[in-house]
């Protein structure tokens, strides 16, 4: 068996068998239940009001003892600040009352995140990597009683943890780590060897989770980072986030006790896999609190500076870019109060819209942060402080654009993510497949070998063939009926949309089958239909987010609409892209570059390349694409 083939199995062992329904993967064949969302998560009074009393309390801490210029100044942020928050149990936030901690829920939490993201995001990330997916999360999903009485009161005090997973080899393929951990002779402690990067929280952390694999197998343990055996070799320096403790880490012969281990050994992948869907939604709230940074400076700068003869916010050009920025805006904060409502519901699965979650509000806020440094120009791209130096307001867009960026790539890739959300949801399709595919590995790949296995081929197909030929004829009859909780919606637009959903995401299913009885097996290698695919899912659960939170926010219909237009507009060309592409020809040249055929593109640059010799060995040779598909994606 392949290493890799090993990988993806130690990966697929570890997703967590969810035994409630999920929305995401009904809307992907085609009948979404709208009552797992509707009516849109509202907090009870209580929970409202034990939220805004400590919202009131981080509201007055924030301005008066956090200077997030001085942060970004000097990338540290002061141990006072720190104090102060674990004075106010700003640690514990996630952490039960029975432990000392404040037991908010999911809903206050990522407020309280939201709001200190949009005074310092350096802080707010700290804090969400200490308890969404640092020692707190992982103890109270997966913890025995002795281990949450043990460590979870110190944690709530203001203990920072942090979460050491990745290694300099390996970032979104965890089950191919390489850090060990070995069970000692007196049978006591596990002796721990290997390096941890981009441990964020790790270098001034006091706890920590750290995975490392227990005879092959990926175990997560409670970590004292004070051990002997544990070195900070280097603190990482990234392009923003410049107030961030992230470094590599080594950890040589370290012993950690037998108790230690959350879950039971071979169960690390699980306890991280899980803390991390709490952990996107949390990076959806910080991507909402850094939004809201910016979208005031930019509509005033839009209002007050003037180009031939009035503001450049009148100039449609520019109309647009607002219009987009505050729908954008909008729509984050629809999802993610809608997310974080079905985690305090807890009625249904949440893995697939919490990488939503996280998906769409980075790759929103790396719109809005762009809309931003275009409209305000030379005083977008100018610092904070070189804008306070001569007199001007110091706005921070110069440094949100560049912390931004890393949350298209942390806690999984927008790619990944995509990958993830389709795999998820197509796990209905691979497991009622799997009897079909496991004939077609019996049989062999010799003509010989397959006609050996015919019978059991032809059986196997005939069952899949039946099945299917009534699934996807169910999905052509027209069905525009909503259901009681999306029929109480009361806009007829809003109404409107969501029967176009249900609609779409029929077609939807058909085009998956579709995608899926062509390429069989393979089509997890056709990342960009994948992709596609997964996209237009995307967009239909953020029609449905925004449609819903409308009906709660008066005044914000057009917003939804702006949404709603644009998602449409995607989702349209996104299924002609899956019916007719230039796919394979742009992979045959992605290949050309990576074996480098276009080596001498760089030359003339002071390190470029000589021009290869043409011959047989380096020469590209183009493909052509076949014909364009005379049936649409349907």
Known sequence: MSELLRNVQEIEAAREEVAKPSFMTQLFAGEPDFSLLLPFPQQSKDD??????????????????????????????????????????????????????????????????????????????????????????????????????????????????????????????????QTSAVLDEAGTHFVINGEKLWCTNG??????????????????????????????????????????????????????????VIAGVGKGLRVALTSLNYGRVSVAAICLGMARQVYPTTVSWARQRTAFGRPIGRHEVNTHKLARLAANLFSMEAIIHLVSGMIDRGQSDFRVEAAIAKLVCSEHLWSIVDTAMQIRGGRGYETA???????????????????????????????????????????????????????????????????????????????????????????LLPDGVLGESAARIRSPEMRAELQNVKRTSRRLARVILQQMARHTTRLEEKQAIVSRLAEIGIDLFVMTAVCAYSETVPGSASLARLVCADARDRIDEN????????????????????????????????????????????????????????????
Request: charged share 20%; with cysteine; net charge negative.
């Open 203 to 260: 270098p001034i952390a006091e706890i920590a989770v750290l995975t490392a694999k227990v005879n092959g197998k990926v175990t997560a343990f409670i970590l004292e980072m004070n051990a002997p055996g544990i070195e900070v070799v280097h603190r990482c320096s990234f392009m923003g986030c410049r107030g961030i403790e992230n470094g590599l880490i080594r950890f040589r012969n370290v012993r950690v006790p037998r108790e230690n």
């Open 48 to 177: 409202r009001l034990l939220g805004d009393e400590f919202l009131s309390k981080i509201a007055a801490f924030l301005p008066a003892n956090v200077d997030a210029r001085e942060i970004e100044r000097t990338a540290v942020i002061p141990p006072r600040v720190l104090s102060g928050l674990a004075h106010l149990g700003a640690f514990g936030m996630t952490i039960p009352a029975e432990y000392g901690g404040l037991g908010l829920s999911q809903t206050n939490y990522d407020r309280v995140l939201s709001l200190v993201a949009s005074h310092c995001n350096i802080l707010a990330l700290l804090l969400s990597v200490h308890q969404s997916i640092g020692v707190p999360r992982p103890l109270i999903l997966f913890g025995t009683d002795e281990q949450k009485r043990a460590w979870l009161p110190r944690l709530a005090a203001g203990a920072l943890s942090a979460f050491a997973l990745t290694e300099p080899q390996i970032g979104s393929d965890p089950a191919n780590m």
């Open 575 to 634: 299924f002609r892209a899956i019916a007719s592409n230039h796919d394979l020809s742009t992979s045959a040249l992605g290949r050309g570059v990576f074996d480098g055929a276009f080596d001498w593109l760089t030359t003339g640059s002071i390190d470029g390349f000589e021009p290869p010799q043409s011959d047989s060995n380096t020469a590209w040779i183009p493909v052509s694409e076949p014909s364009p598909s005379t049936s649409p994606a349907n």
């Open 385 to 475: 402080d070189s804008l306070a130096a001569r007199g001007e307001i110091a706005a921070p867009v110069e440094q949100i654009f560049r912390d931004a960026r890393l949350y298209l790539i942390g806690e999984g890739s927008s790619e990944i993510l995509k990958l993830f959300i389709a795999r998820e949801v197509w796990d209905p399709h691979l497991k009622r497949a799997q009897p079909f595919f496991d004939a077609l590995a019996d049989a062999g790949s010799t003509i010989e070998s397959r006609l050996g296995h015919g019978g059991q081929i032809s059986e196997e197909a005939g069952k899949l063939g039946a099945f299917y030929a009534r699934w996807y004829a169910e999905r």
